[in-house]
């Protein structure tokens, strides 16, 4: 059972592909000494915060983007999702993950949720640049998965979802090629669970948060503040 508590990941715990991922190949580098010393004796190195629920703030709508490379980038994709068609929810404020916490929020028919993620306070060059997430929850969990997660971004996640999560990552896809793949990613599983345009769009990224905390908490990647 989770934890109704923040906690931290354990960056001894990771991979060095994950911790390349989520730290960047310079601090990896620079922190690879203290790691290994700590995985020699399993000693834990606090990471960033780990929040046990993804929570979501409305945010008023306005020109966004970091530059005006990133601004002209965001509405070619918002346009491409309204194209799609999909249903928008809104822009959002993500306070509990870390360094990419604006997401505007779609929903397309029948059964995928999608999300435009940037940064407006990027922490590294490029580390907030746009990119696109889709997510299916499928109906049957026979072959072991429950939802497939289709994602645009240029780098792997990190940590690594959980394995009933089909992940697939084609870096820099638009909106309409993207949510070919994904749908094509779902058919091999079978159908995913119908959502409805009004549907809480927040539900299953959630459910998707959940199911990776569980994940990381049976490989010991989360440390709990107590």
Request: hydrophobic share 45%.
């Amino acid at each position: 059972m989770l934890n109704l508590v923040l906690s931290r990941l354990n960056l001894a715990a990771l991979t060095d592909e994950e911790l390349q991922a989520l730290v960047g190949q310079e601090q990896a580098v620079t922190l690879l000494p203290e790691i290994s010393a700590a995985r020699l004796v399993e000693r834990p190195v606090p990471g960033p915060s780990v929040s046990p629920v993804l929570t979501a703030e409305p945010l008023p709508e306005r020109p966004w983007g970091a530059s005006p490379e990133e601004s002209r980038a965001l509405a070619a994709l918002h346009a491409e999702f309204l194209a799609a068609p999909a249903t928008a929810h809104g822009t959002f404020y993500l306070p509990t993950l870390s360094e990419v916490r604006h997401l505007r929020a779609y929903t397309l028919e029948p059964d995928v949720s999608g999300a435009l993620r940037w940064s407006e306070t990027p922490e590294s060059v490029g580390a907030g640049w746009p990119f696109l997430q889709l997510l299916t929850w499928l109906r049957d969990r026979a072959s072991g998965l429950a939802c497939v997660l289709t994602t645009s971004a240029p780098h792997a996640l990190s940590p690594s979802p959980g394995a009933e999560v089909d992940v697939h990552r084609h870096p820099g896809m638009g909106v309409a090629e993207l949510l070919a793949c994904h749908r094509q990613h779902v058919l091999r599983h079978g159908r995913g669970q119908k959502m409805a345009p009004d549907s809480d769009w927040l539900r299953p990224w959630q459910a998707l948060h959940a199911l990776n905390l569980s994940a990381w908490e049976r490989r010991g990647l989360l440390i709990g503040s107590g």
